[in-house]
């Protein structure tokens, strides 16, 4: 096979100089034959005579299939696209392109051999992976909204979703510290959860990390945090007495953001980087702060559940229920006893000697007065257990959520008496959870927007590359014509090109349905 045979005729030599796309063709043996001096300049080289000078392989392990394999694979299409592949540039460095290779034969010889066009997707892959990390970042969120809502262990979920959000932000170390007063009155950090990856985690290095803010040199962290707002930065860029912590375990760059708890500071969350600097971007940023809220509402249900844990251990003694306010009626709905505790939930008072279910007709939410009426009415009608929660609205008119638990009365004999009811303030544990969704609708709306931006990218790249084989303006013009359609679908508009020599302005074309005005 002559050296001469292989490479393109004139003809050809003079097409793939000019057109703007790389160039190449291989022999089935590896050996690199040709390549145009776009693809040269392309991996850095100055001239096509350099890189096969070189005899390099720039093709980072590329699978070359058999002439017949290759030849039935491009039946259909003429060609077999090769997405990501990595090619090697003259400093070593690699590109990410698309290639497109087909097979070919030398004129007037029995030679095959493989020929290619080359694509530069690098800045398209990077953009694709970011755009890929984003979703994994607000994914990473809405199901640490989801897990809070239904978890039984709050721990363990609070534990997970700390490493989904440091797996997706590219971070080495997930935290979350809380504030406490010490003994002399000083605002204190301790370690309350912790996530590392391929190092060792702070609960694993420190058998209890707690820090006095002001000794350890984080006095301007309870200032930014005391006014939500976050901090984020490269360690070397901190001021010298807040390094020497964070150098001692390693760290390059870290984005902390406050928590709150029932509108008090309650700590803060935070994700760092130890073995190289990060520049936190946007959506990082959003991310920790929208991910503060989410652990601030699990923290706060947590606390409620914690309150009320306490609450009943306290109470056991006493009743069997350790719910707020406990009545019992008897079997045509008339009270036998109601605790003082009703005028704290509803702001009413009331003699229960005097009084039947009725009473709940003053107190209970027009939407739900017939639901819990009817619920009232089967319960001291039949010995059933029952639950249910409702709202009423008290004597300052306001709408408060009450949880009624119930079950029945027997005397030794077993004769059914009535009811006895436990009633407690479910208010702040609804809002709690209205919060929690309302945080993971916004994720799931931010989500589609980043589905849609994915879109238009797409039709973008695919607009460029079918400009790539355009040879004439017309071509361009008509190429543009078409994809601005499909990019602003319910918009329409024109382009207008200023002629120099006449100075005035020339339609190119016009997409959509113009408007007379819109012409004028």
Request: charged residues 30%; proline residues 2%.
């Amino acid at each position: 096979m002559s050296e001469q045979s292989l490479n393109p005729n004139p003809i050809h030599r003079f097409h793939f100089q000019k057109i703007p796309i790389g160039i190449f063709r291989l022999s089935f043996d590896g050996e690199l034959l040709y390549v145009n001096d776009f693809l040269a300049r392309m991996l850095g080289y100055e001239s096509s005579e350099e890189v096969i000078g070189l005899n390099k392989n720039i093709f980072v392990n590329l699978e070359i299939p058999e002439p017949e394999t290759l030849r039935k694979l491009c039946e259909n299409s003429g060609l077999v696209e090769i997405t990501d592949q990595k090619l090697t540039t003259k400093n070593d460095q690699y590109i990410c392109t698309m290639i497109s290779i087909w097979i070919n034969e030398c004129e007037n010889e029995d030679i095959l051999f493989i020929e290619g066009g080359v694509q530069d997707i690098t800045e398209e892959k990077r953009y694709r992976d970011k755009l890929n990390s984003r979703t994994e970042i607000m994914s990473s969120i809405s199901d640490a909204s989801e897990s809070f809502l239904e978890a039984s262990d709050l721990e363990v979920s609070i534990q997970k979703a700390l490493g989904k959000l440091g797996i997706a932000t590219g971070s080495d170390r997930a935290f979350i510290f809380e504030n406490y007063w010490g003994v002399s009155d000083e605002l204190r950090m301790r370690l309350t959860y912790d996530w590392a990856q391929d190092i060792e985690s702070l609960t694993e290095k420190y058998d209890e990390l707690d820090l006095d803010y002001h000794e350890s040199g984080f006095d301007h962290w309870m200032d930014h945090f005391s006014q939500n707002q976050i901090i984020s930065g490269h360690v070397k860029d901190f001021p010298e007495n807040t390094q020497k912590i964070l150098k001692r375990d390693r760290v390059k760059s870290l984005l902390l953001a406050p928590i709150t708890v029932e509108l008090d500071w309650w700590g803060f969350i935070g994700i760092e980087t130890v073995y190289e600097e990060k520049e936190w971007d946007k959506l990082e940023i959003d991310a920790i702060q929208v991910a503060s809220s989410v652990f601030g509402a699990a923290l706060q249900r947590q606390k409620m559940e914690q309150e009320l844990k306490e609450s009943k251990e306290l109470f056991r003694m006493v009743a069997d229920f350790t719910l707020d306010w406990e009545f019992w009626v008897n079997t045509k709905g008339e009270f036998i006893y109601s605790s003082p505790s009703f005028r704290e939930i509803t702001g009413f008072s009331f003699l229960y000697q005097d009084q039947d279910i009725s009473i709940f007709d003053k107190i209970v939410h027009p939407e739900d007065h017939q639901k819990v009426k009817a619920d009232l009415e089967n319960q001291i009608a039949y010995p059933v257990a029952a639950s249910m929660e409702y709202r009423i609205i008290n004597q300052s008119g306001q709408t408060r959520w009450l949880e009624h638990v119930s079950r029945p009365v027997y005397s030794d004999n077993g004769s059914f008496l009535g009811q006895r009811a436990s009633v407690r303030d479910i208010t702040k544990r609804r809002n709690a959870e209205i919060s929690l969704k309302e945080v993971n609708d916004s994720l799931n709306s931010y989500v589609d927007r980043l589905e849609q931006m994915n879109s238009s990218v797409m039709l973008m790249n695919e607009m460029g590359v079918v400009l790539q084989s355009c040879v004439v303006r017309e071509d361009v013009f008509a190429v543009l014509s078409d994809f601005l359609v499909k990019l602003f679908p319910e918009q329409n508009g024109a382009l207008f090109m200023l002629d120099d020599r006449e100075n005035n302005l020339t339609k190119a074309f016009e997409f959509g349905q113009v408007n007379q005005s819109d012409e004028e």
